[in-house]
């Protein structure tokens, strides 16, 4: 506790922070000045204080769209993740067949987002996807562009599909790194599967489990492309998530004011949970230390 | 930088942020300081207080317009009270 922290060391960032500079910030700050005013085009803007905040803050619309996010959200994690470690342990630990189970799972995650999106489109429709028209001949009904229940399983069974081999990937790393002489001792003292499990195994996966979640939570909200292709935000609003709004808002009706306060509290939500999940990873990884 | 479209009120407000990151970065170089646990039982510095009380202020700023609605200079001196608390307790 005693050891003085030694911040000269940021000054090697240096590079990267002009770099981000033009990718992240100097269009932040953009952001943050379109906030404040209101445009018609032609680069022309009006003061407009905090007038698109106060109409974002008592807009049904975003509240709404924040409350689907959130709930694509729990949904995606409260099933990859518990997925995505009852795979890792089930997977092989050596041999072919790990290697083999190593790339199957990885396959879903080089195909790029409008590729899965495309995929499922065509994959759900009744007329010539197998999944809608299996579901249509067994007599189950099933129509995504219509039924709102349709449409949210398909976006939460299609994302499970293509992300739960992260949360997979990454358990099984975190497994693999677990010593024999763990499950020795374990078996020593006659522990149960259960009891391996829960006191060998989920402790030593805690760190790598926390990046899959933080990496799983903010990929899941601010999700665009995806849901985008298969059901552009309907039937309805219904699956309008947070970015889909925030897209229709600023490029299809033009509104920047609006989209740009929009955007800032999104971020700033964002940034919050971030640092939630950098504070407890860290703090974590230093209990462990 | 027209297109950036900027107005006084917020080159000030990325003025005021760029000058504290500054300040900060300086007493960090000159007092190198040693991480505490303080309140919400987590280790921090003083850049990680000035990072919580940045972001607080922003979500305080948005609270205060959201329910009150008016006044909003008011939400500055919650701020500043909030900032003293984090730098004093966290």
Same mark, same amino acid.
């Given at each position: 506790?005693?050891?003085?922290?030694?911040?000269?060391?940021?000054?090697?960032?240096l590079?990267?922070?002009?770099?981000?500079?033009?990718?992240?910030?100097v269009?932040?700050?953009?952001?943050?000045?379109?906030?404040?005013?209101?445009?018609?085009?032609?680069?022309?803007?009006?003061?407009?204080?905090?007038?698109?905040f106060?109409?974002?803050?008592?807009?049904?619309?975003?509240?709404?769209?924040?409350?689907?996010?959130?709930?694509?959200?729990?949904?995606?994690?409260?099933?990859?993740?518990?997925?995505?470690?009852?795979?890792?342990?089930?997977?092989p630990?050596?041999?072919?067949?790990?290697?083999?189970?190593? #790339? &199957? /799972?990885?396959?879903? $995650? *080089?195909?790029?987002?409008?590729?899965?999106?495309?995929?499922w489109?065509? +994959?759900?429709?009744?007329?010539?996807?197998?999944?809608?028209?299996?579901?249509?001949?067994?007599?189950?009904?099933?129509?995504?562009?219509?039924?709102?229940?349709?449409?949210?399983?398909?976006?939460?069974?299609?994302?499970?599909?293509?992300?739960?081999?992260?949360?997979?990937?990454?358990a099984?790393?975190?497994?693999?790194s677990?010593?024999?002489?763990?499950?020795?001792?374990?078996?020593?003292?006659?522990?149960?599967?259960?009891?391996?499990?829960?006191?060998?195994?989920?402790?030593?996966?805690?760190g #790598? &489990? /926390?990046?899959?979640? $933080? *990496?799983?939570?903010?990929?899941?909200?601010?999700?665009?492309?995806?849901? +985008?292709?298969?059901?552009?935000?309907?039937?309805?609003?219904?699956?309008?998530?947070?970015?889909?709004?925030?897209?229709?808002?600023?490029?299809?009706?033009?509104?920047?004011g609006?989209?740009?306060?929009?955007?800032?509290?999104?971020?700033?939500?964002?940034?919050?949970?971030?640092?939630v999940?950098?504070?407890v990873?860290?703090?974590?990884?230093?209990?462990?230390? | 930088?027209?297109?950036?479209?900027?107005?006084?009120?917020?080159a000030?407000?990325?003025?005021?942020?760029?000058?504290?990151?500054?300040?900060?970065?300086?007493l960090?170089?000159?007092?190198?300081?040693?991480?505490?646990?303080?309140?919400?039982?987590?280790?921090?510095?003083?850049?990680?207080?000035l990072?919580?009380?940045?972001?607080?202020?922003?979500?305080?700023?948005?609270?205060?317009?959201?329910?009150?609605?008016?006044n909003?200079?008011?939400?500055?001196?919650?701020?500043?009270?909030?900032?003293?608390?984090?730098?004093?307790?966290?």
């Amino acid at each position: 506790m005693d050891k003085t922290v030694n911040q000269k060391a940021w000054f090697l960032v240096l590079p990267v922070l002009l770099l981000v500079a033009f990718s992240a910030v100097v269009p932040l700050m953009t952001v943050v000045n379109y906030s404040v005013q209101d445009t018609f085009g032609n680069n022309e803007f009006f003061w407009a204080g905090l007038e698109w905040f106060e109409e974002m803050l008592a807009s049904e619309r975003m509240w709404d769209a924040l409350g689907r996010q959130l709930l694509f959200s729990a949904i995606i994690l409260a099933i990859e993740v518990p997925l995505g470690v009852f795979v890792a342990l089930n997977m092989p630990k050596s041999g072919f067949w790990a290697s083999f189970c190593l #790339v &199957l /799972m990885s396959l879903p $995650l *080089l195909i790029p987002w409008n590729v899965v999106g495309t995929i499922w489109q065509i +994959f759900g429709r009744v007329d010539i996807g197998l999944l809608g028209y299996v579901l249509d001949a067994l007599g189950i009904p099933y129509n995504y562009t219509q039924d709102s229940l349709a449409a949210w399983i398909t976006i939460i069974v299609m994302d499970v599909w293509h992300w739960t081999s992260l949360v997979a990937l990454l358990a099984y790393a975190g497994l693999k790194s677990i010593p024999d002489a763990y499950y020795q001792a374990a078996k020593i003292d006659q522990a149960s599967r259960w009891k391996v499990f829960r006191f060998i195994e989920l402790p030593k996966m805690m760190g #790598v &489990l /926390m990046i899959a979640i $933080l *990496l799983r939570f903010m990929d899941s909200f601010m999700i665009y492309t995806e849901p +985008f292709v298969v059901t552009g935000g309907g039937p309805g609003n219904s699956t309008t998530l947070l970015s889909i709004d925030l897209v229709k808002m600023a490029l299809g009706q033009f509104d920047l004011g609006p989209a740009a306060a929009f955007s800032i509290m999104y971020f700033l939500v964002i940034l919050l949970i971030c640092w939630v999940f950098y504070t407890v990873m860290t703090n974590l990884d230093k209990r462990e230390g | 930088m027209d297109w950036m479209a900027w107005t006084w009120p917020t080159a000030a407000f990325f003025g005021i942020i760029a000058c504290t990151l500054i300040v900060f970065t300086i007493l960090a170089i000159k007092f190198p300081e040693t991480p505490r646990i303080g309140i919400l039982r987590i280790e921090t510095t003083r850049g990680d207080r000035l990072f919580i009380t940045l972001l607080g202020s922003a979500f305080i700023n948005l609270a205060w317009l959201g329910l009150v609605g008016a006044n909003q200079p008011y939400a500055l001196i919650l701020c500043l009270i909030y900032a003293a608390a984090v730098f004093r307790w966290v």
